[in-house]
T-cell receptor, first 115, second 112 residues
Framework: AQSVTQLDSQVPVFEEAPVELRCNYS??????LFWYVQYPNQGLQLLLK??????LVKGINGFEAEFNKSQTSFHLRKPSVHISDTAEYFC?????????????FGKGTHLIIQP | NAGVTQTPKFRVLKTGQSMTLLCAQD?????MYWYRQDPGMGLRLIHY???????AKGEVPDGYNVSRLKKQNFLLGLESAAPSQTSVYFC???????????FGDGTRLSIL
């Protein structure tokens, strides 16, 4: 089984400042990693994913994340945030082996952008 | 592109009532999933399907049933609703088991 820990339930940041949202995972097998964003009253949208290859992954809206296997982390970063980035962000994992069991999500981090 | 469409968007039920949530996808995806989202809990998998005619239990399946009679539809049923099932329900689909999941906009369900 896998588990995901998002260390911060809420992160307030000033507009145009950088931000890092932390994600750590636990798994006895190899995993794929994902970040999703949820805007108010909407479903989840994929920001970026790590399946293999380069550990630095770039996603949409200027976000990027780095996979660190030794620290079992997949932190999300953006160098300069906008008001429109205010949303809930979810880190998720799934095992790399075959099978369609779904994603395991963290509890989410609410990113609050202050003007 | 409609993507993943969930109906209804909102529903209020009384304890003991039954209802069915419908999920439809137009992307020809094989895999479909039902999650529930509760405050401070993230999303938890209820049931999933790897193809037409197949279903499997996820992390929190109790009190729910599902059916996948057609490839494009995945139905979630509550036979006897309980207040603990008050939640936001999300359907998702993916082309392959290792491909990103596409989510619907959710169904807000309140059980009184």
């Amino acid at each position: 089984a896998q588990s995901v820990t998002q260390l911060d339930s809420q992160v307030p940041v000033f507009e145009e400042a950088p931000v890092e949202l932390r994600c750590n995972y636990s798994s006895s097998v190899s995993v794929y990693l994902f970040w999703y964003v949820q805007y108010p009253n909407q479903g989840l949208q994929l920001l970026l994913k790590y399946l293999s290859g380069s550990t630095l992954v770039k996603g949409i809206n200027g976000f990027e994340a780095e996979f660190n296997k030794s620290q079992t982390s997949f932190h999300l970063r953006k160098p300069s945030v906008h008001i429109s980035d205010t949303a809930e962000y979810f880190c998720a994992v799934r095992r790399t082996g075959g099978g369609a069991d779904g994603l395991t999500f963290g509890k989410g981090t609410h990113l609050i952008i202050q003007p | 592109n409609a993507g993943v469409t969930q109906t209804p968007k909102f529903r209020v039920l009384k304890t003991g009532q039954s209802m069915t949530l419908l999920c439809a996808q137009d992307m020809n995806h094989e895999y479909m999933y039902w999650y529930r989202q509760d405050p401070g809990m993230g999303l938890r998998l209820i049931h999933y399907s790897v193809g037409e005619g197949t279903t499997a239990k996820g992390e929190v399946p109790d009190g729910y049933n599902v059916s996948r009679l057609k490839k494009q539809n995945f139905l979630l049923g509550l036979e006897s609703a309980a207040p603990s099932q008050t939640s936001v329900y999300f359907c998702a689909s993916s082309y392959g088991w290792n491909q990103p999941q596409h989510f619907g906009d959710g169904t807000r369900l309140s059980i009184l």
